[in-house]
């Protein structure tokens, strides 16, 4: 039995190494200068990519789905997501005449990352690319980035609806994760409202940025934001009320459990009365998860890049369930992995063992305070996990 099926988003990321030195040369991004950087960091890109292969470096048991093309990229991706195992890709396809998706990462120091990406093959991945085999031998089902899956979100979401329910019926436990929609693409025009209003009564774990979820939930308060902070981090402009009410309208739609990543600021969990079936990979003491609200710090860091930290994050939070751990040690080991993932340039390298983190995390590793204190929030000092008074142990 597999303990993740990581499927939808593959890419090949290339990371460009940027000194702090090329900000400072007055010509970075300059239009017709030349600003040298550094070596370019290869590795895998995407979802699939990121949280499978975050989950394989953790102890967990994966196989990727999803597709690349019959070219020197997508030659490149495959040796590289099987590097350590090759059977963690053989359930990539290889889509004849398809030019691969790669993504050029921006990440300077100090400044969030930008991307520049080819969907490639990602656009035409369905639910057929997912065999019922693997769906009837794994605990968890985890979809990603469908704004760049364009069949996924085509007629008002009706394949992923598919996929969920087709994982579902064969026992999994259902993840989506999303990325940030582009407005000037069909991903980032498409009623998401309306494509998560069908898509969420079939998924367990729901696990977005705050930003993707305004962006998708809340185009309005996204936009106001976006014009506040002047393209920059809308993160620290963010009210603790934007999170709470994003996770509330998931709920409502019909999501079991919402982890919203926010940043520099942490993650915050929200779980309903998870009274449905929930599939193989649910926690075993279900009465330990229902109605909480806990928001945990982010972990002190000298970060080097962010590039897959929400993956990372996403990753984390998947193996705890599957081990067993309770909501407050789940967001915590979440964020810690999702910490030890800015360590590096690349998704991955950062990453250490799971007990490695969990050892990590109970030497009272520091932490960024959440701004959370003024909204009703307790902390917990023994945890270092603020409880929200929604929290079930408040009420």
């Not at 039995?1 to 890419?11: K, P, R, S, T």
């Not at 705050?210 to 809340?218: G, I, Q, S």
């Not at 934001?225 to 009210?239: F, N």
């Not at 994050?313 to 915590?332: I, K, M, Y």
């Amino acid at each position: 039995m597999l303990d993740v099926i990581a499927a939808g988003h593959i890419c090949l990321d290339i990371i460009p190494q940027i000194e702090a030195e090329s900000l400072e040369s007055g010509s970075f991004l300059t239009p017709g200068r030349i600003t040298e950087v550094g070596a370019a960091v290869l590795s895998g890109g995407g979802s699939v990519s990121n949280t499978g292969l975050a989950l394989d470096r953790l102890g967990a048991t994966v196989r990727l789905v999803g597709r690349v093309g019959d070219d020197p990229i997508g030659e490149i991706t495959r040796r590289i997501l099987g590097a350590r195992d090759n059977r963690l890709v053989e359930h990539v396809r290889v889509a004849a005449g398809e030019p691969s998706s790669y993504t050029i990462v921006l990440a300077p120091p100090g400044i969030d990352r930008t991307f520049l990406t080819s969907p490639g093959p990602n656009s035409s991945f369905g639910p057929e690319d997912v065999d019922a085999s693997l769906l009837a031998d794994t605990r968890i089902f985890h979809l990603g980035y469908p704004p760049l899956l364009s069949k996924m979100y085509a007629d008002g979401g009706s394949a992923m609806v598919e996929l969920m329910k087709r994982a579902h019926a064969n026992g999994a436990t259902t993840s989506l994760d999303m990325s940030m929609p582009d407005p000037s693409r069909p991903g980032g025009q498409a009623d998401w409202h309306t494509i998560l209003a069908r898509t969420l009564p079939h998924v367990d774990i729901f696990a977005p940025s705050v930003e993707e979820l305004l962006y998708c939930l809340a185009r309005d308060r996204f936009d106001a934001l976006s014009a506040s902070s002047q393209g920059g981090s809308m993160i620290d402009l963010l009210q603790v009320r934007d999170v709470v009410d994003l996770a509330q309208t998931t709920l409502d739609l019909g999501a079991n459990v919402v982890l919203i990543k926010v940043g520099h600021r942490g993650s915050y969990l929200r779980t309903g009365a998870l009274e449905s079936d929930i599939g193989r990979g649910a926690p075993a003491d279900r009465s330990v998860w229902q109605h909480r609200e806990l928001w945990s710090p982010a972990f002190r860091v000298q970060v080097v890049g962010t590039t897959g930290a929400g993956d990372a994050t996403v990753a984390a939070f998947l193996l705890a369930v599957l081990r067993g751990q309770s909501p407050v040690e789940a967001v915590n080991s979440a964020c810690a992995v999702g910490a030890c993932n800015c360590q590096a340039a690349d998704a991955i390298s950062g990453i250490r063992s799971w007990d490695e983190t969990q050892a990590r995390i109970s030497k009272g590793w520091p932490r960024i305070d959440p701004g959370v204190a003024a909204d009703g929030f307790a902390e917990d000092l023994h945890t270092g996990v603020w409880i929200g008074p929604r929290d079930v142990s408040r009420a």
